[in-house]
């Protein structure tokens, strides 16, 4: 990147508000439809992550730094994961191995709503990632904004977390 | 078809591993471990590969005797490895920069504090 | 399936594992709140113990095999499509030792990382690679061993990588980080060929399916299999990234790395081995594996008598070990594997009692530096006994627990040499050689910083607090347990899984249902029950009567000469005529001094290795590769 780059350029940011929308649903809508079609939990997730990117494209560290809150985001990523975790405790609950499906038939083959606790997990997974891969690029992005030649105004916190955090 | 995929594959892994042997640049060797990584990916895919099969997904109707699969397991383990891939790489990068601000440099002769 | 209410124990395995995690997910929630943090890892490591424990007696006393499918999806028409948790009793051998040394460690670590700045992801790392761990060992999944194997690396190195202040941490984990990448891709290629071989990736139904089916892929898969989880418990060629490991990671890591982390290596070692290829009747396999753990033998525990530096050191005794283990495993007598099932939990006990005492060592004075310690005894008298207590186990004092195991080891090497394969005979002096450097390797590190003259700048070093004294005072206690009783540990714990190291039928027939695996095993050799006959077994008893005999004898000799000791030499005014009036001088010697004719005349060994040794990460992945090609070539000649 070069050194005086524009953020706040115009075209940029109209382009980065455009395509957040669309980012966004169509994250949403591959993790709402993992179940019927090819994509799932995590690649919904990754492109919904891409959002953090866009923002950051669109509105620099500050448009960042009060959007989203990276302590709270990687908190939400643990509840990610328990929450995947207690979906497939159902199993074990209602008398069954772990994971068991037990709202299996439940709506018709090819709805939206035709794969019980499956389901359920994906969107915990899908959650999971969301919010997993945004802390990651937060992070990567905290750690440019602390080479020379960038503008940096502090806001976002250093975080205490290693990167190994992320990597499961 | 499916014998160049394997020759392909290996050579991949095989490139990948000459990359982190004589490369003294730890970014190279990084991208030297993807390599491998993609040419695995690349021979898995391979293994569950079937000629003319359809894609693993069972939609309704559309079922006609004497149509098969292509095998869903290694695509499965394929995704499985891309992702682990993804993270060795995201945390490699991160040390190589965490490396870089401690030694001032990035070539592994001088990276060599634990020896002997 | 019907709603069938199973006995109630078949969900512990998976609920032992999936605490792990979700504890490590509630430490992330935790925040800021330090003790809500402890709390929540101490709960989790003890709930996944007591889990494991109550196991006990369904697996290893009755001799259940636990089989769990996920989701409750059972073999169809003979195909397991399922993914599966299987426990017998090896697993949960390797599963007990482990949450042992985790529990211990997490405990340890309350105070010990007080030191450090970035507590906050701490323990989700740690509980991460114990999950990770212990999902290993109770899989019964190929691929799902893998998955944990990458979970728990990057735990791993996450965690070396975790001492900000520690200059080396983040050299050390990215080497680790490569390297170890190269057995990942190894067992992944391996898990690969398997699949495309068997169309399974279940652990029994391979092991049905596989033996005595040698073509060139699968012995490309074995050899592959064997390299991935022979770096994993950092066997010759790989052993320098255990060592920069072990050093930078803190010391509650360093414990899982050494007593935990290799031992799924050689529990992988043991599984691809002896169940899914069944390929260790075969001689060359044999004898790779009692190559390779001789090798790691003898090479490591020279490289440690190379060593300035304690933790460093230890790790290098720690491989040492592993070479051991990997030994008596490739002697495939019931003997040895006993022997070497019974190493692996005396290692895991000795080594995590030994980086803790290194680990206090560190908090106390805030080095490890060899040269800069000295007379510690002293002032830290409770750490100088238990490590103490930890190196006459690894160095195979009786009656500490490394006597008995390494006992067996020499016995079952013996007894192979006796069989007609002389050439075995070799391997019980490389062991015993090996054994007698140990000591005197630890003779060094104890005269170098417990005893000898004391370093005047470690002024008021005391002993660390009693949060980090009583999990080290159980592994010592442990360690002292199992050499003292060694026919109940034979009986009911190393037994048992030595035993279902020999039964791969009854893991089969667990698995896929009774009679599988007649009907699909090829060859069915090597199926004879196990004769656990242990030749001249001692008395700990009466050696223990002897040690305490000896000890009172130099504890009423130091008495005795309490008097005239030179240890009031320098503070006495009645001396200081002939003196001169000048001060003693602080003179350190070194543990390198110590045996230096020994070194000396072996400088020309011992400087080789130590230039061999670069640190050069292009290198260490060179040794590797080619350690990883030798192998696929010799298994291609010889299989």
Same mark, same amino acid.
């Not at chain 3, 190195?157 to 984990?173: D, I, M, Q, S």
């Not at chain 3, 070990?321 to 005396?346: E, F, K, R, V």
């Given at each position: 990147?070069?050194?005086?780059?524009?953020?706040?350029?115009?075209?940029?940011?109209?382009? #980065?508000?455009?395509?957040?929308?669309?980012?966004?649903?169509?994250?949403?809508?591959?993790?709402?439809?993992?179940?019927?079609?090819?994509?799932?939990?995590?690649?919904?997730?990754?492109?919904?992550?891409?959002?953090?990117?866009?923002?950051?494209?669109?509105?620099?560290?500050?448009?960042?730094?009060?959007?989203?809150?990276?302590?709270?985001?990687?908190?939400?990523?643990?509840?990610?994961?328990?929450?995947?975790?207690?979906?497939?405790?159902?199993?074990?609950?209602?008398?069954?191995?772990?994971?068991?499906?037990?709202?299996?038939?439940?709506?018709?083959?090819?709805?939206?709503?035709?794969?019980?606790?499956?389901?359920?997990?994906? $969107?915990?997974?899908?959650?999971?990632?969301?919010?997993?891969?945004?802390?990651?690029?937060?992070?990567?992005?905290?750690?440019?904004?602390?080479?020379?030649?960038?503008?940096?105004?502090?806001?976002?916190?250093?975080?205490?977390?290693?990167?190994?955090?992320?990597?499961? | 078809?499916?014998?160049?995929?394997?020759?392909?594959?290996?050579?991949?892994?095989?490139?990948?591993?000459? *990359?982190?042997?004589?490369?003294?640049?730890?970014?190279?060797?990084?991208?030297?471990?993807?390599?491998?990584?993609?040419?695995?990916?690349?021979?898995?895919?391979?293994?569950?590969?079937?000629?003319?099969?359809?894609?693993?997904?069972?939609?309704?109707?559309?079922?006609?005797?004497?149509? &098969?699969?292509?095998?869903?397991?290694?695509?499965?383990?394929?995704?499985?490895?891309?992702?682990?891939?993804?993270?060795?790489?995201?945390?490699?990068?991160?040390?190589?920069?965490?490396? $870089?601000?401690?030694?001032? =440099?990035?070539?592994?002769?001088?990276?060599?504090?634990?020896?002997? | 399936?019907?709603?069938?209410?199973?006995?109630? $124990? @078949?969900?512990?395995?998976?609920?032992?594992?999936?605490?792990?995690?979700?504890?490590?997910?509630?430490?992330?929630? *935790?925040?800021?709140?330090?003790?809500?943090?402890?709390?929540?890892?101490?709960?989790?490591?003890?709930?996944?113990?007591?889990?494991?424990?109550?196991?006990?007696?369904?697996?290893?006393?009755?001799?259940?095999?636990?089989?769990?499918?996920?989701?409750?999806?059972?073999?169809?028409?003979?195909?397991?499509?399922?993914?599966?948790?299987?426990?017998?009793?090896?697993?949960?051998?390797?599963?007990?030792?482990?949450?042992?040394?985790?529990?211990?460690?997490?405990?340890?670590?309350?105070?010990? @990382?007080?030191?450090?700045?970035?507590?906050?992801? &701490?323990?989700?790392?740690?509980?991460?690679?114990?999950?990770?761990?212990?999902?290993?060992?109770?899989?019964?999944?190929?691929?799902?061993?893998?998955?944990?194997?990458?979970?728990?690396?990057?735990?791993?190195?996450?965690?070396?990588?975790?001492?900000?202040?520690?200059?080396?941490?983040?050299?050390?984990?990215?080497?680790?980080?490569?390297?170890?990448?190269?057995?990942?891709?190894?067992?992944?290629?391996?898990? %690969?060929?398997?699949?495309?071989?068997?169309?399974?990736?279940?652990?029994?139904?391979?092991?049905?399916?596989?033996?005595?089916?040698?073509?060139?892929?699968?012995?490309?898969?074995?050899?592959?299999?064997?390299?991935?989880?022979?770096?994993?418990?950092?066997?010759?060629?790989?052993?320098?990234? %255990?060592?920069?490991?072990?050093?930078?990671?803190?010391?509650?890591?360093?414990?899982?790395?050494?007593?935990?982390?290799?031992?799924?290596?050689?529990?992988?070692?043991?599984?691809?081995? $002896?169940?899914?290829?069944?390929?260790?009747?075969?001689?060359?396999?044999?004898?790779?594996?009692?190559?390779?753990?001789?090798?790691?033998?003898?090479?490591?525990?020279?490289? %440690?008598?190379?060593?300035?530096?304690?933790?460093?050191?230890?790790?290098?005794?720690?491989?040492?070990?592993?070479?051991?283990?990997?030994?008596?495993?490739?002697?495939?007598?019931?003997?040895?594997?006993?022997?070497?099932?019974?190493?692996?939990?005396?290692? =895991?006990?000795?080594?995590?009692?030994?980086?803790?005492? #290194?680990?206090?060592?560190?908090?106390?004075?805030?080095?490890?530096?060899?040269?800069?310690?000295?007379?510690?005894?002293?002032?830290?008298?409770?750490?100088? *006994?238990?490590?103490?207590?930890?190196?006459?186990?690894?160095?195979?004092?009786?009656?500490?627990?490394?006597?008995?195991?390494?006992?067996?080891?020499?016995?079952?090497?013996?007894?192979?040499?006796?069989?007609?394969?002389?050439?075995?005979?070799?391997?019980?002096?490389?062991?015993?050689?090996?054994?007698?450097?140990?000591?005197?390797?630890?003779?060094?590190?104890?005269?170098?910083?417990?005893?000898?003259?004391?370093?005047?700048?470690?002024?008021?070093?005391?002993?660390?607090?009693?949060?980090?004294?009583?999990?080290?005072?159980?592994?010592?206690?442990?360690?002292?347990? =199992?050499?003292?009783?060694?026919?109940?540990?034979?009986?009911?714990?190393?037994?048992?899984?030595?035993? #279902?190291?020999?039964?791969?039928?009854?893991?089969?027939?667990?698995?896929?249902?009774?009679?599988? #695996?007649?009907?699909?095993?090829?060859?069915?050799?090597?199926?004879?029950?196990?004769?656990?006959?242990?030749?001249?077994?001692?008395?700990?008893?009466?050696?223990?009567?002897?040690?305490?005999?000896?000890?009172?004898?130099?504890?009423?000799?130091?008495?005795?000469?309490?008097?005239?000791?030179?240890?009031?030499?320098?503070?006495? %005014?009645?001396?200081?005529?002939?003196?001169?009036?000048?001060?003693?001088?602080?003179?350190?010697?070194?543990?390198?001094?110590?045996?230096?004719?020994?070194?000396?005349?072996?400088?020309? &060994?011992?400087?080789?290795?130590?230039?061999?040794?670069?640190?050069?990460?292009?290198?260490?992945?060179?040794?590797?590769?080619?350690?990883?090609?030798?192998?696929?070539?010799?298994?291609?000649?010889?299989?």
């Amino acid at each position: 990147m070069k050194k005086n780059w524009k953020r706040d350029d115009l075209i940029v940011r109209s382009l #980065a508000d455009s395509y957040l929308p669309i980012a966004l649903i169509l994250g949403f809508y591959v993790i709402l439809h993992g179940n019927i079609s090819p994509g799932g939990g995590f690649q919904g997730g990754v492109l919904a992550a891409s959002g953090v990117l866009l923002l950051y494209l669109g509105y620099g560290f500050r448009g960042i730094a009060t959007a989203l809150n990276m302590e709270r985001m990687h908190r939400l990523e643990a509840i990610g994961a328990i929450a995947y975790v207690l979906f497939a405790m159902l199993g074990i609950f209602a008398g069954y191995n772990f994971c068991r499906n037990i709202l299996w038939n439940s709506g018709e083959i090819g709805d939206l709503w035709s794969a019980g606790t499956i389901s359920l997990m994906n $969107y915990a997974v899908g959650f999971k990632v969301l919010t997993g891969v945004g802390f990651l690029l937060l992070l990567i992005i905290n750690l440019l904004s602390t080479e020379p030649g960038h503008e940096h105004d502090g806001t976002i916190p250093t975080t205490e977390l290693e990167e190994g955090g992320d990597a499961e | 078809m499916m014998l160049a995929n394997y020759i392909g594959a290996i050579a991949l892994i095989v490139i990948g591993f000459y *990359a982190m042997i004589s490369k003294r640049d730890i970014i190279k060797i990084v991208v030297g471990m993807g390599i491998v990584d993609y040419g695995l990916n690349l021979m898995i895919v391979s293994i569950g590969f079937n000629e003319g099969g359809t894609a693993p997904i069972f939609t309704f109707g559309e079922l006609v005797s004497g149509m &098969y699969f292509v095998d869903p397991v290694p695509q499965a383990l394929t995704l499985t490895s891309i992702v682990i891939g993804a993270c060795v790489t995201a945390m490699a990068l991160a040390l190589c920069v965490r490396i $870089y601000k401690e030694y001032g =440099t990035l070539d592994t002769h001088e990276i060599r504090r634990l020896h002997g | 399936m019907s709603y069938n209410v199973y006995n109630v $124990y @078949m969900h512990f395995p998976v609920l032992a594992i999936m605490t792990l995690f979700v504890g490590a997910f509630c430490v992330t929630l *935790a925040g800021k709140h330090e003790k809500v943090r402890n709390v929540i890892a101490g709960c989790a490591v003890l709930i996944s113990f007591t889990l494991l424990a109550l196991l006990v007696k369904p697996v290893m006393i009755d001799g259940n095999i636990i089989t769990y499918w996920m989701g409750n999806w059972e073999p169809v028409e003979g195909y397991a499509i399922g993914i599966a948790i299987e426990v017998d009793a090896l697993s949960l051998f390797f599963g007990l030792l482990i949450t042992i040394a985790v529990a211990c460690s997490c405990f340890y670590s309350y105070q010990y @990382m007080k030191q450090d700045d970035a507590r906050g992801s &701490y323990f989700t790392l740690y509980l991460m690679l114990s999950g990770g761990v212990l999902g290993i060992v109770l899989s019964g999944d190929l691929f799902n061993i893998y998955v944990m194997l990458e979970v728990m690396t990057f735990a791993a190195v996450g965690l070396t990588a975790f001492r900000t202040w520690n200059p080396n941490a983040r050299e050390a984990a990215f080497k680790y980080l490569v390297v170890g990448s190269i057995g990942s891709t190894c067992a992944l290629l391996g898990t %690969a060929l398997v699949y495309a071989q068997c169309h399974t990736l279940n652990l029994a139904q391979i092991s049905a399916i596989l033996p005595g089916n040698l073509n060139p892929t699968t012995i490309l898969a074995f050899a592959l299999l064997f390299a991935g989880f022979g770096c994993k418990s950092f066997m010759f060629p790989f052993h320098p990234i %255990a060592a920069d490991a072990h050093g930078a990671a803190p010391s509650s890591v360093s414990v899982l790395i050494s007593g935990v982390f290799t031992k799924t290596g050689v529990y992988g070692i043991i599984r691809v081995c $002896y169940f899914l290829f069944r390929s260790m009747g075969l001689t060359s396999v044999q004898t790779m594996l009692v190559f390779i753990g001789c090798l790691s033998m003898f090479v490591c525990v020279t490289m %440690a008598l190379n060593q300035h530096d304690f933790k460093r050191l230890l790790a290098f005794h720690s491989i040492s070990q592993i070479g051991y283990i990997l030994t008596s495993l490739g002697l495939c007598t019931a003997l040895g594997i006993a022997g070497g099932l019974y190493h692996a939990i005396n290692h =895991t006990l000795f080594k995590g009692l030994l980086f803790l005492t #290194a680990g206090s060592v560190l908090y106390a004075t805030g080095t490890t530096y060899l040269e800069k310690l000295g007379g510690l005894a002293r002032k830290m008298p409770q750490t100088t *006994a238990l490590f103490l207590i930890g190196a006459f186990s690894i160095s195979g004092i009786p009656p500490f627990n490394g006597f008995y195991s390494k006992w067996i080891i020499y016995q079952a090497t013996f007894e192979k040499a006796a069989g007609g394969s002389i050439g075995y005979a070799l391997v019980t002096v490389v062991c015993v050689v090996t054994s007698v450097l140990t000591l005197a390797s630890f003779i060094k590190v104890g005269h170098s910083v417990f005893f000898g003259q004391a370093n005047p700048e470690l002024g008021n070093v005391k002993d660390p607090p009693l949060g980090m004294r009583v999990p080290m005072w159980i592994l010592a206690t442990l360690c002292v347990l =199992t050499g003292l009783f060694p026919d109940l540990m034979l009986r009911y714990i190393i037994g048992p899984a030595t035993a #279902a190291v020999l039964n791969s039928v009854g893991y089969i027939d667990a698995a896929m249902g009774a009679g599988y #695996a007649e009907a699909h095993l090829a060859d069915p050799s090597l199926l004879a029950a196990p004769q656990l006959i242990s030749i001249g077994a001692w008395q700990p008893a009466s050696w223990l009567v002897l040690f305490v005999i000896v000890l009172l004898a130099v504890f009423l000799c130091s008495l005795l000469s309490r008097g005239n000791s030179a240890r009031g030499l320098e503070s006495d %005014a009645k001396h200081a005529v002939f003196f001169g009036g000048e001060r003693a001088e602080y003179s350190h010697i070194s543990g390198g001094d110590l045996f230096w004719g020994f070194k000396h005349n072996l400088r020309g &060994y011992l400087g080789f290795m130590s230039r061999v040794h670069t640190g050069v990460t292009n290198d260490y992945v060179l040794w590797g590769v080619t350690a990883t090609a030798v192998i696929i070539a010799y298994c291609f000649v010889t299989m």
